[in-house]
């Protein structure tokens, strides 16, 4: 089974900036997609930011401009950069792995994952 772990997370005032880190205990595959999710306390869990290993990056549209996916293959790890930070950013940030091909349609979509991370804390004030 392939590990996730997410670390990065903490409490920022608005405006400021986060930088989370994903890191895979292996990857698999010669493709797959990763992505970053989050979820308030009753709320559903909600694609924030995607990446197929085919070039593909797709964002929710309320962080477009704001965060950046991005990852270092040599590393196994996956990075998202979250600038101007709001309170509507608050959640836990989970980290997510999909083997082989993914649908662009689904890329920020909980069906096309089957790894998951344990979650890193983003609180901002």
């Known amino acids: 089974d392939v590990q996730l772990v997410e670390s990065g997370g903490g409490s920022v005032q608005a405006g400021g900036s986060l930088r989370l880190s994903c890191e895979a205990s292996?990857?698999?595959?010669?493709?797959?997609?990763m992505a970053w999710f989050r979820q308030t306390p009753g709320k559903e869990r909600e694609g924030v930011a995607a990446?197929?290993?085919?070039?593909?990056?797709v964002y929710r549209d309320s962080v477009k401009g704001r965060f950046t996916i991005a990852q270092d293959t040599a590393k196994r790890t996956l990075y998202l950069q979250m600038n101007s930070l709001t309170p509507e950013d608050t959640g836990m940030y989970y980290c997510a792995l999909g083997g082989g091909y993914c649908y662009t349609s689904r890329l920020l979509t909980e069906i096309e994952y089957t790894d998951w991370g344990q979650g890193t804390q983003v609180t901002v004030s």
């Open positions: 292996q990857l698999m595959y010669t493709k797959y997609c």
């Open positions: 990446m197929h290993t085919d070039g593909q990056t």
